[in-house]
Structures are given as C-alpha cells and as structure tokens.
C-alpha cells in the first residue's frame, strides 16, 4: 500500500454514521468496478445501469476512465506504475462515496489483478462492499468495435502499453458477475446487475 506521508493526522467520525446515511436513502453504497479490454462495453452497461438505478430513484454515480484521468489523475500516464496509482486513488475515492451511501459505478480497464484486489480490500477492510464485474469479451471483438481507434494507433505502434496488444490484461477469477457483452442485449446486462444488486441487498428486494 501507499506509504503515509503526512504525519500527525488523525481520522475524526462524524456523529452521522454510514448506517444513518443507508436508511435515509433507502440503499446501501458499493462500489460496482467494471472491468474489462478497452472496447468491451464497461463504459456502454455502466451508463445504461445509471440511467435504469436512478429513473428507479437510487442514488448512484458513475466514474469513468477517461473522465477520471482528465481531473484527478492527469499527472498519471499508462506505465504500470502509474496505472497502479490511478486505480488505487480511484478506490479511495470510490470508498468516499460509498461511506456517503451512494452506489458506485466504476469503469476503468484496471487490467491487473493485484491492483483491483487492493481496491476490494480497501473497502472490504471498512466493511464496505466491492463487486467486481467483469465484463467480457474476446480481444478480436473489442478490436472490431474499437470506437476510439486505438486498437488501430496501437497497432501502429503510435500508442504505447496498450493492454491486450503490447500491455497484458489479467481477467478476474473470481468476479461477481461476468457480462459477455457480445453475447448480451444491454437491457439483459442491466437486468442481470440489478438482479446481482437486490441478491446483495445492496438494493432493496
């Protein structure tokens, strides 16, 4: 984990708790991480669940990758280390809305293992919960699709670390949920996640 720089910092409660926060929203927050190859449709369901959780009047927001690396983390670049990095701030903040009571919805590439398993312990050492989706698709699909071209710069050799051509993806082992998108109708993706949310009780049944 990160070193702790900043000494002489103590970590104050609030008289509000987590718990107060659920039952005044009627939801428990929990971070929701897609994961998956550029291209594999985490962006495209993380939308699309937003928009069905909230017209279900749910408290939720979504961070995604690119919207993430344009804010927070624009010092970051794709080296492993810097993708380390930018997931684990991610996880932090992702835990502060989730103490907040909202549900999380997280789409980023995340392509190693150990560094999602820091962000589940993260917040499974808080007792918050983590669900790992992974959505999943053959590299020949995601390549097919790539709506941003860069599959195609990669190949090209104009983009460098690009998981799947010159980076290595490490799929979960064990995730929540597993979307095969290229076999799914969106609207059964959605459908499959919140039914995963209300076997949780992070929704209501």
Excluded: C
Excluded at 79 to 98: H, Q, T, Y
């Amino acid at each position: 984990m990160t070193e702790q720089k900043a000494t002489n910092v103590h970590w104050h409660e609030g008289d509000v708790t987590r718990a107060d926060r659920a039952t005044l929203l009627g939801q428990r927050g929990a971070t929701i991480w897609f994961t998956g190859l550029s291209g594999s449709g985490k962006s495209t369901v993380a939308v699309a669940l937003e928009k069905a959780l909230h017209a279900q009047g749910r408290l939720v927001y979504r961070l995604d990758g690119d919207n993430v690396r344009m804010g927070i983390n624009k010092n970051l670049g794709f080296s492993a280390e810097d993708r380390a990095e930018n997931i684990r701030r991610i996880g932090e903040v992702a835990k502060l809305f989730v103490d907040a009571g909202v549900i999380v919805l997280s789409s980023f590439v995340s392509p190693y293992r150990a560094d999602r398993d820091k962000v589940r312990e993260l917040h499974e050492a808080d007792g918050m919960d983590f669900v790992e989706v992974y959505v999943d698709v053959p590299l020949e699909e995601a390549e097919k699709r790539d709506p941003k071209g860069l599959y195609k710069k990669a190949r090209a050799g104009q983009i460098k670390n690009f998981t799947g051509i010159d980076d290595p993806y490490e799929a979960p082992t064990q995730p929540e949920l597993i979307l095969p998108s290229h076999l799914m109708t969106l609207d059964e993706e959605v459908q499959a996640l919140i039914a995963m949310l209300k076997s949780r009780q992070i929704l209501p049944a």
